[in-house]
């Protein structure tokens, strides 16, 4: 029996590493971000975006076309942030953590030093896992196993990270900022992350818990507060990927019978 081929994309073609470096310091690119109708894993590097007043556009791939590997990835995953030099030459990077941080770097948001910039990391790094982790122990677990694993969350998981979360946001002040008195990677991923839960068919329970928390909120508000990310936020496209999120994760809910 053979085995199907995989078309993946390269990291590795006829553009020298110096080449590819080049087009992803230029000082005017545009950007094209490849990822599904919804919010969920793209919507950190879109607001960045925003933020940045970046060049950019989102581009959609099919289910159809998705299935059909029309659109190859390194890892056959998504989002995909392709890079136009303003010579018209073209680069990418795969994977969001990637895609997030070399844009956070780009739009100075990442602190004003060496420490700043890895204490944001780090916050970064554990809301990032926050959301992940759920993916695979909760939101995509198995049918019969998710009213157990959302009890296990709401009950440990999300208080922990509330709780440790809010003693970072107070020892810098209570400021609604995990670093210094601006808006860092760290802010707009938390907000994003915020965003997801409040998709899932138990966003309602998951947010509450969120909601009460003055320090969250005021990271929230800060972000929101943004004139850049807020006219974002305020149009037809944002709205309708934050809906498509929530009709993805429709069919996670917990079933009846358990």
């Given at each position: 029996?053979?085995?199907?081929?995989?078309?993946?994309?390269?990291?590795?073609?006829?553009?020298?590493?110096?080449?590819?470096?080049?087009?992803?310091?230029?000082?005017?690119?545009?950007?094209?971000?490849?990822?599904?109708?919804?919010?969920?894993?793209?919507?950190?590097?879109?607001?960045?975006?925003?933020?940045?007043?970046?060049?950019?556009?989102?581009?959609?791939?099919?289910?159809?076309?998705?299935?059909?590997?029309?659109?190859?990835t390194p890892f056959r995953v998504m989002p995909l942030l392709n890079v136009i030099a303003s010579d018209g030459k073209e680069t990418f990077l795969a994977e969001s953590i990637v895609v997030d941080q070399y844009l956070a770097n780009k739009f100075n948001l990442l602190g004003d030093n060496e420490w700043e910039e890895q204490t944001i990391r780090a916050h970064y790094c554990n809301i990032h896992y926050?959301?992940?982790?759920?993916?695979?122990?909760v939101t995509w677990t198995y049918a019969d196993k998710r009213k157990v694993a959302l009890e296990k969350f709401m009950a440990s998981t999300l208080p922990a990270f509330v709780a440790d979360h809010e003693f970072h946001l107070r020892t810098n002040g209570s400021n609604?900022?995990?670093?210094?008195?601006?808006?860092?990677?760290?802010?707009i991923h938390l907000?994003?992350?915020?965003?997801?839960?409040?998709?899932?068919?138990?966003?309602?329970?998951?947010?509450?818990?969120?909601?009460?928390?003055?320090?969250?909120?005021?990271?929230?508000?800060?972000?929101?507060?943004n004139p850049d990310i807020a006219a974002w936020r305020s149009t037809d496209e944002w709205k309708a990927l934050a809906d498509s999120s929530v009709h993805a994760y429709a069919i996670t809910a917990v079933p009846q019978e358990y």
């Open positions: 029996m053979s085995t199907p081929t995989i078309n993946r994309r390269s990291f590795f073609n006829n553009v020298s590493s110096e080449e590819n470096a080049r087009i992803l310091t230029d000082p005017n690119p545009t950007y094209r971000l490849l990822y599904f109708d919804c919010a969920s894993v793209g919507a950190t590097a879109r607001d960045i975006l925003a933020f940045g007043k970046a060049d950019w556009i989102n581009q959609h791939p099919t289910d159809e076309e998705w299935d059909a590997d029309r659109f190859p926050l959301r992940e982790r759920s993916f695979m122990n609604g900022h995990y670093v210094g008195n601006r808006l860092s990677l760290a802010d907000v994003n992350v915020m965003d997801h839960f409040s998709h899932l068919p138990t966003g309602k329970q998951i947010t509450a818990v969120f909601a009460k928390s003055e320090l969250l909120s005021k990271v929230r508000e800060n972000v929101e507060r």
